[in-house]
């Protein structure tokens, strides 16, 4: 897993998989596909909401430390993303024994626990946390 060390420069940034560098493979690709789309979505509210708000307050909405705010905001989803697709795709990639055995205990306890099962879907869809004005319907 890599992480882009300059998500923002003047007058621009990246977004979603451009900035975390986590990738997964084969059996996988759907799975990606699906959480970089809710990711990218994320990441475009937030952006929106940051410049929305700085060009409110009357300032350049490409200038670095507006550009920085939204770094700042999104840093912790993106990294928490990185290390959750490693850890999953290690996980679920492998046939050990043990691991298989922990893995099916771990998912027929979540199946079985409505609360803990509705965390985790809210964390997959990016609906946690900080989350961007857009996002729950309101308006910028």
């Known amino acids: 897993m890599r992480n882009c ?3 923002t420069v003047a007058r621009g ?4 998989s451009s900035t975390s560098g986590h990738s997964t493979d084969g059996d996988d690709l759907v799975f990606e596909h699906e959480v970089e789309q809710r990711f990218g979505l994320n990441y ?3 952006l929106a909401e940051v410049v929305v708000e700085a060009d409110r307050l009357g300032q350049d909405i490409g200038a670095l430390d507006v550009l920085e705010r939204y770094q700042q905001w999104r840093r912790f ?3 928490q993303m990185g290390i959750t697709t490693d850890v999953l795709n290690r996980l679920f990639s492998n046939d050990i024994g043990p691991l298989r055995t922990v893995r099916d205990i771990g998912l027929g306890l979540v199946e079985r626990m409505p609360k803990l099962k509705d965390f985790f879907i809210r964390q997959a ?9 857009l996002l729950k319907g309101e308006a910028i």
Not at 13 to 16: P, S
């Open 77 to 79: 989803d993106t990294v």
């Open 13 to 16: 940034c990246r977004g979603g």
């Open 5 to 7: 060390s300059t998500p």
């Open 125 to 133: 869809s990016g609906l946690s946390g900080d989350t961007p004005r």
């Open 44 to 46: 475009a509210a937030a």
